[in-house]
Nanobody, 124 residues
Framework: QVQLEESGGGLVQAGGSLRLSCAAS????????MGWFRQAPGKEREFVAG????????YYADSVKGRFTISRDNAKNTVYLQMNSLKPEDTAVYYC?????????????????WGQGTQVTVSS
């Protein structure tokens, strides 16, 4: 069992930066592939970034490539999403998700565990 809690969301102007954190409880974090997803009002949940259990592999949606960086610290049971050059279209609730023993996946149904989400609002 893995419990996830996101933090770090907020209101930022376009061009600004935020760093999201996702703290995990349980002993299985280091065996989980982790993903960040986001969901804007009226839209489906979409993949943002993923990282393998070791941190050695990462994958990004085209819309955030070059602006966002996913990383993890297994000693702290935490995964991060550094978001730079933010745009108004990045406004959404951001969720972290865990796939125990899995690999990086872009579909929400591949992940067993989810956090409650944190709101990111980018003003123009």
């Amino acid at each position: 069992q893995v419990q996830l809690e996101e933090s770090g969301g907020g209101l930022v102007q376009a061009g600004g930066s935020l760093r999201l954190s996702c703290a995990a409880s349980g002993r299985s974090f280091s065996r989980c592939a982790m993903g960040w997803f986001r969901q804007a009002p009226g839209k489906e949940r979409e993949f943002v970034a993923g990282i393998s259990w070791s941190g050695g592999n990462t994958y990004y949606a085209d819309s955030v490539k070059g602006r966002f960086t996913i990383s993890r610290d297994n000693a702290k049971n935490t995964v991060y999403l550094q978001m730079n050059s933010l745009k108004p279209e990045d406004t959404a609730v951001y969720y972290c998700a865990a796939d125990l023993w899995g690999s990086i996946a872009t579909t929400p149904t591949s992940y067993e565990y989810w956090g409650q989400g944190t709101q990111v609002t980018v003003s123009s």
